[in-house]
Nanobody
Framework: VQLQASGGGYVQVGGSLGLSCAAS????????IGWFRQVPGKERQGISC??????????YYAESVKDRFTISSDSAKNTVYLQMNKLRPEDTAVYYC???????????????????????????WGQGTLVTVSS
């Protein structure tokens, strides 16, 4: 699967921004799609993930973005969105989307074992999009 992230930009503190991750080349609904971010000199951080399991969506949020970011999926468009509200300077980073496919991916165990937020759990990566939050 190929991933294309877009939507980054410049926003002031407290503002909102929406990111998109368009997927092609795979059966979209079978993948878990995650969002990660990275600042220079720091490790890549998993912030959100969405997957479909037994026709129901499951999702994950890092504590740092809970109640501010919302992940959603449009299977008709093969696109996952990340709506980011109440942005803070510490949200400034390059944001990446990633995908993983596997027999246990997206199950409740996969989430409870913390796989959703681990970069090493993902096989496919899009290019990054820069988000800058200015005070």
């Amino acid at each position: 699967v190929q991933l294309q992230a877009s939507g980054g930009g410049y926003v002031q503190v407290g503002g909102s921004l929406g990111l998109s991750c368009a997927a092609s080349g795979g059966t979209f609904s079978r993948y878990a799609i995650g969002w990660f971010r990275q600042v220079p000199g720091k490790e890549r951080q998993g912030i959100s993930c969405i997957s479909m399991n037994n026709r129901e969506y499951m999702s994950y949020y890092a504590e740092s973005v809970k109640d501010r970011f919302t992940i959603s999926s449009d299977s008709a468009k093969n696109t996952v969105y990340l709506q980011m509200n109440k942005l803070r300077p510490e949200d400034t980073a390059v944001y990446y989307c990633a995908a993983v496919l596997g027999p246990d991916v997206g199950t409740s165990n996969w989430y409870s074992y913390g796989q959703a937020g681990l970069p090493n759990a993902y096989h496919y990566w899009g290019q990054g999009t820069l988000v800058t939050v200015s005070s």
